[in-house]
């Protein structure tokens, strides 16, 4: 049975950035990728220059009207990252929940993208739209650090405050987090960050159940774009494949994240040349060249079971 995802992603011609980095991944893994492009730009931002559209919230609506009106707005994942426009998300929110109502089963996955390292890079009348009206529909949301902090006005100082954080998070609405970076010291060293997730059952009796997990991931001394986007997508992939199995998922999902990362960096500094630092071109995601390692990776992230 086909499984069809519906991605509202930024759209770039030149590189892999929003729904170039999340359809073929989920592509590759056989998923049906319906895209929509909230922005529509020769290239991502990292560049000096970039020409393009924005989706505005009417055009989103028309978009999806003509999808309903002829009958295949059916979906079983919703996914959506980046935007700038609070009108936008919030008829986002909208077709989130008419998507629900018709399929009670349906996965919205979110990246609730705010900021980072302690200051937002989104319009702050995004925040408690996010807050209060995304983060509550949605089922599987991917913040970082700062982003967990915001959205539950909690500081992440200890792995303890991490857990209470993604217990908040749970509280608000979605059954999986996965904190994607933060600041808490490596067991492994300084060359380590550490992620964090989280997951919520129901017990056939009805209880409930929560597995966590810590991830200590390799640092990468480069900038990249588009490695949000291609996370999400893969926690999506792999979740459906380990539904309740949050190390396992995280275990695929952190080491497609490592093949695709190291093979990209290797072929930037080939290009480079000795002694330079790679440019955005160069650095962009080598996604193609990671086909085998997104359908099958080799594990070299492996989950710890927390308390």
């Known amino acids: 049975m086909e499984c069809r995802v519906l991605s509202i992603q930024s759209h770039v011609v030149r590189g892999y950035v929003g729904n170039k980095s999340a359809s073929f991944p989920l592509q590759v893994l056989g998923f049906e990728v319906d895209s929509i492009n909230s922005v529509q730009f020769s290239n991502h931002t990292g560049y000096s220059h970039w020409k393009g559209q924005v989706l505005t919230a009417d055009e989103l609506h028309v978009l999806y009207e003509g999808i309903k009106l002829n009958n295949v707005h059916h979906y079983d994942y919703v996914l959506t990252g980046y935007t700038r426009d609070t009108s936008f998300l919030e008829m986002v929110v909208d077709i989130v929940q008419e998507l629900k109502a018709a399929n009670p089963n349906l ?179 080598r996604m193609v060249q990671s086909k085998a390692d997104i359908e099958d990776p080799a594990i070299v992230t492996e989950a710890t079971v927390i308390s």
């Not at 529909?137 to 539950?152: K, S």
């Not at 010291?185 to 929560?210: A, K, W």
């Not at 986007?229 to 309740?244: E, G, Q, S």
């Open 107 to 285: 996965v919205y996955v979110c990246d609730p993208v705010l900021g980072d390292h302690g200051s937002m890079y989104v319009p702050q009348n995004l925040y408690p739209v996010y807050k209060n009206k995304v983060v509550p529909v949605a089922d599987i949301i991917t913040p970082n650090q700062f982003e967990a902090e915001l959205l539950t006005g909690k500081n992440i100082s200890t792995e303890k405050d991490a857990v209470e954080v993604m217990d908040l998070l749970h509280a608000m609405g979605p059954d999986t987090v996965v904190i994607t970076s933060s600041d808490l010291p490596s067991r492994l060293g300084d060359r380590f960050l550490v992620s964090l997730g989280s997951q919520r059952h129901v017990r056939p009796d009805g209880s409930r159940t929560t597995q966590r997990v810590r991830i200590e991931v390799p640092k990468v001394d480069a900038v990249f774009v588009g490695t949000g986007d291609l996370f999400a997508a893969m926690l999506l992939a792999w979740t459906h494949h380990y539904p309740n199995d949050l190390k396992t998922a995280c275990e695929k999902t952190f080491s497609v994240m490592h093949h695709v990362i190291q093979r990209t960096i290797s072929y930037a500094h080939e290009l480079a040349g000795p002694g330079r630092r790679p440019s955005p071109p160069q650095l962009e995601l």
